[in-house]
């Protein structure tokens, strides 16, 4: 936290400023207590929030509907069949390069699901899978024209194709989601947090090392904490974009 006198950054167990020399102890608890209350607002406005997505979907539910298939549906399905007709048709290159588009051109799509409307992963992927099977069947109908062949796949070989293409992008998108929720919910939330760990990140430091002293135990919680609301989104991260490289480039890199 900051010094209340000097603006100088301190220990949040610190007594005494070490750069002004004031004593905290009187405003310290005042300190703690408007950290409490600006993590409340913050949550509260995060809530405030959904709810009013919420209420926009209640209130015009066509609007709602058209406005994410043509954002997060419609607009990558666009980019994505522009990418294999410029790989495929145009330029005539190794498929690599359409897959490796495949993976990039939802991510961003999937990132913007949260900041812009409040949908959480579940929402953003449903949309994930709508633009992948979308633009899946779009590059099937375009490659049929141009290369007068059947546009449904004919063999078990053809379908795996598909469907790891589909779950390429999908989790793509998933990845993007899970990002923007990080950056827009998960951080925000452990910046306005301030130095108060809760009583489960203060049990498993005292598990941890139960003969350390008070401030240095509330620095391991606070550090427990963190580290706890972090690692479950940048673990489905590393999960989803691993598992989209791994669905998209099988084929192409296999054969």
């Given at each position: 936290m900051e010094c209340p006198f000097c603006a100088e950054t301190i220990k949040d167990e610190a007594l005494a400023c070490k750069h002004c020399s004031r004593d905290l102890r009187v405003v310290r608890p005042v300190l703690l207590e408007i950290q409490d209350i600006v993590?409340?607002?913050?949550?509260?406005?995060?809530?405030l929030d959904r709810a009013g997505a919420s209420l926009q979907r209640t209130k015009h539910p066509f609007r709602y509907f058209v406005v994410l298939a043509t954002l997060y549906v419609l607009m990558p399905t666009i980019l994505l069949v522009a990418a294999h007709i410029v790989v495929t048709i145009v330029l005539n290159v190794s498929p690599l390069y359409l897959r490796l588009a495949s993976v990039i051109i939802p991510v961003p799509f999937g990132f913007?699901?949260?900041?812009?409307?409040?949908?959480?992963?579940?929402?953003?992927?449903?949309?994930?899978?709508?633009?992948?099977?979308?633009?899946?069947?779009?590059?099937l109908t375009v490659t049929g024209v141009n290369d007068s062949v059947p546009i449904v796949p004919a063999s078990s070989g053809e379908?795996?194709?598909?469907?790891?293409?589909?779950?390429?992008?999908?989790?793509?998108?998933?990845?993007?989601?899970?990002?923007?929720?990080?950056?827009?919910?998960?951080?925000?939330?452990?910046?306005?947090?301030?130095?108060?760990?809760?009583?489960?990140?203060?049990?498993?430091?005292?598990?941890?090392?139960?003969h350390v002293g008070e401030e240095q135990?509330?620095?391991r919680a606070r550090l427990i904490q963190d580290l706890l609301q972090t690692a479950g989104p940048l673990a489905g991260v590393v999960i989803t974009a691993v598992g989209s490289l791994y669905a998209g480039l099988k084929g192409v890199v296999g054969s």
């Open positions: 993590a409340e607002l913050d949550r509260l406005r995060q809530e913007l699901t949260y900041p812009l409307h409040k949908i959480g992963f579940r929402g953003a992927l449903a949309l994930g899978v709508a633009a992948a099977i979308l633009s899946v069947m779009c590059m379908w795996r194709e598909v469907f790891e293409y589909d779950t390429s992008i999908a989790l793509a998108f998933g990845s993007g989601s899970i990002l923007g929720l990080m950056v827009f919910q998960v951080l925000p939330l452990i910046l306005s947090q301030g130095g108060k760990p809760n009583a489960a990140a203060f049990r498993i430091a005292r598990l941890l090392g139960q135990l509330r620095r």
